[in-house]
């Protein structure tokens, strides 16, 4: 051998192994071959590839890797390239040993000698069945939905993607945006059909991760690395993937899931395709939100304008009627045919000019403005007294997008107020003759009054006076009988001048008049508790008198309702040993509440509506003195403050009563007014 072919040799054997070690590290397949197309060598990515060795894939064995549905269009394509020398590029499938298929694309190229001929072909193997694959299924649900839209749109793509992950479930699920933490799901595929919709709990679930962040895969065994998710388990998943949905503005919406009982294959493959349906379930679901919003807003300024007795339009930027409310077309006898779309210059002015129109300048300048036009203003188109209000839509920014004009009709406006200028003219009269009726009553009253107090007290004191004068002159030649009478006639006659006393007490407290200031009740309390124990300075008992409660008020008239209220409190538990009066404040009905509360004799609830009558008493007599005025007169002070008063009790075990001052219960008032009618 000469040098030179020795060199040529060396040179030959150095470019190969530099060639064989590039093809190891490339990623993707290597082939070489003879201009008949016989295999001479292969890098192992081709045999990964392929599925075969490079043995196995030399001369013509490489055909076994072709799919057989391929070969001949494959054994075409090379022979025309062989016969022109040119370059080629193909896609085919190879099928491997183990039956999988697996999508390639072919490029090849002819490989020239040292001298430039061409002794053969070198090209690539590229895998491509993860694109085959997205392809394909981006087709075949796209397919399917193409034509749909709204609920059928999702109905179709759960079903779809069900179908091309081989899966049991797949489901779309939408963001509370109440609770962040849960997803109502929107639409439901499971086992072949579409069923119910259920409340996910995101905390503890593979979806916790997916929703607002990125698509999460699980080939297997989710349903163990997610334990508490008890919807895994009812499911009896095995297999987990979901993607998020976003809005056109990139905020959380939801996501869309499928899962499997069993591990999920190609799931790497088939993680495109869920993200290219997360984004189009999100266009759907923002353009029927969208729609659904604006159909709503429609609708709701229909029925609420429609209710409107003002006839009301709305007019573009362009001065077209954009739409009208029931009100307008039957005052102008038209029909939203005849309206819509149409010129509102037009309307106002049959040319369409009218320079001087105060409302078409207010609507042309953008300005919000109330007119009025009387039935021969030359652009009343009415021909009746009007109110037109002219308000300008503006959008978040500002910038006008609308007009609204309201026409208020002024004829019934102005004969109501006809009728309530001549009313009140009439309530005036009946008001002052009520006040002269209501004078003339005090009067008689304070005559009435006058005429007990020293009328009926006279003979009172006669009666009283010589029943006194026989016992102390002659009480010794009566008899026990007569002493009897006597005695009975001058009780009777004390206590009916005690009534008398506690009847004028009643009339002053309601004719009085009141002087409002701030009352501290709590010193009034103190005050009517210290008299009472110097009467009755044996008695032993616990008094509790929150301090610092105030009201605004009548001094005088409302120490008269504590000295009623304590005073009778202090007088019903005098038969316990250990007696016990509360005053103090609670909140009932949100309303400031104050109470008198004892452990007393009580009383039957069943009478309470007596409580408050005039001589109305629930113990006789010789148990407990008394006139059967005093609650009378609470009642009457306290509605005189608008408030009012009332009981609680059982017999026995004491009693509570409770009164408002300035604000009266409506559970309560209706009792307090029907006790005032029957004093």
């Not at 390239?81 to 190879?94: E, Q, S, V």
Request: glycine fraction near 8%; charge should be negative.
């Amino acid at each position: 051998m000469t040098s030179e072919q020795q060199e040529k040799t060396e040179s030959a054997s150095n470019s190969q192994a530099g060639y064989e070690a590039l093809a190891r590290i490339v990623p993707v397949g290597i082939f070489r071959t003879d201009l008949e197309g016989s295999c001479i060598f292969v890098n192992q990515r081709w045999c990964d590839t392929a599925g075969l060795s490079s043995e196995q894939a030399m001369g013509s064995g490489w055909v076994d890797a072709l799919h057989p549905d391929d070969r001949d269009r494959i054994f075409s394509e090379c022979c025309q390239a062989a016969a022109g020398l040119h370059a080629f590029r193909t896609t085919c499938r190879f099928r491997r040993p183990n039956g999988k298929i697996v999508w390639i694309q072919v490029d090849a190229t002819v490989e020239p000698d040292e001298q430039g001929e061409p002794v053969g072909y070198v090209g690539t193997v590229t895998d491509i069945s993860a694109q085959k694959i997205t392809d394909s299924a981006v087709r075949h649900i796209a397919a399917g939905v193409a034509a749909e839209i709204g609920d059928q749109f999702f109905q179709t793509l759960v079903a779809r993607l069900a179908e091309m992950f081989d899966s049991a479930y797949a489901f779309i699920g939408l963001l509370d945006p109440g609770d962040l933490t849960y997803v109502d799901s929107y639409v439901v595929y499971a086992h072949g059909s579409i069923v119910d919709n259920f409340r996910y709990s995101l905390p503890g679930t593979p979806c916790e991760h997916v929703v607002g962040k990125s698509t999460c895969m699980h080939r297997t065994g989710v349903a163990d690395e997610f334990p508490e998710d008890t919807m895994l388990v009812d499911m009896g998943a095995d297999s987990y993937m979901g993607s998020p949905i976003f809005s056109s503005n990139g905020e959380p919406m939801g996501l869309i899931v499928v899962l499997d009982s069993k591990p999920m294959d190609n799931i790497e493959e088939l993680k495109p395709v869920l993200e290219i349906f997360a984004a189009r379930a999100g266009a759907e679901i923002e353009r029927m939100l969208s729609g659904q919003a604006l159909t709503k807003s429609v609708s709701e300024w229909t029925q609420a304008l429609d209710h409107f007795s003002d006839a009301v339009s709305l007019v573009d930027l362009d001065g077209r009627f954009l739409r009208a409310n029931r009100a307008f077309y039957q005052v102008t006898g038209t029909t939203s045919e005849d309206i819509i779309g149409s010129d509102a210059a037009t309307f106002m002015h049959a040319d369409g000019s009218a320079p001087d129109c105060p409302v078409c300048q207010a609507r042309l300048n953008m300005e919000d403005s109330l007119i009025v036009m009387e039935s021969d203003h030359a652009h009343n188109p009415f021909g009746r007294p009007t109110e037109f209000t002219v308000k300008v839509i503006r959008d978040k920014e500002g910038v006008p997008q609308s007009t609204m004009v309201a026409c208020h009709d002024l004829v019934r406006q102005r004969a109501i107020e006809n009728e309530l200028r001549d009313h009140r003219a009439h309530l005036e009269v009946l008001v002052s003759e009520r006040t002269r009726e209501l004078e003339l009553a005090n009067k008689e009253l304070e005559s009435f009054a006058y005429s007990v107090s020293h009328d009926l007290r006279a003979p009172l004191r006669a009666i009283d006076g010589f029943s006194q004068a026989l016992l102390e002159d002659h009480g010794s030649q009566l008899d026990d009988t007569a002493m009897s009478h006597l005695n009975r006639v001058r009780a009777a006659s004390q206590r009916m001048g005690e009534l008398i006393d506690d009847i004028l007490n009643l009339s002053r407290v309601t004719r009085s008049s009141m002087a409002r200031s701030n009352v501290d009740l709590s010193s009034i309390a103190a005050a009517v508790v210290n008299r009472l124990r110097e009467i009755e300075p044996e008695r032993e008992v616990d008094v509790r008198i929150e301090t610092g409660l105030h009201a605004s008020g009548d001094k005088a008239l409302l120490g008269v309702v504590l000295d009623n209220l304590i005073g009778n409190a202090w007088k019903y538990s005098s038969g316990e040993t250990r007696a016990r009066i509360e005053f103090g404040m609670t909140e009932k009905s949100g309303r400031q509440t104050f109470f008198v509360r004892d452990n007393g004799v009580g009383f039957d609830m069943k009478y309470a509506h007596k409580l408050f009558g005039i001589f109305q008493r629930l113990h006789r007599a010789e148990e407990f003195e008394g006139t059967g005025v005093g609650l009378a007169t609470v009642q009457r002070v306290l509605q005189r403050h608008h408030g009012c008063v009332w009981a609680e009790a059982k017999s026995g075990k004491g009693a509570s009563f409770y009164f408002t001052i300035g604000y009266v219960p409506e559970h309560q008032a209706d009792a307090a007014q029907t006790a005032l009618e029957r004093v």
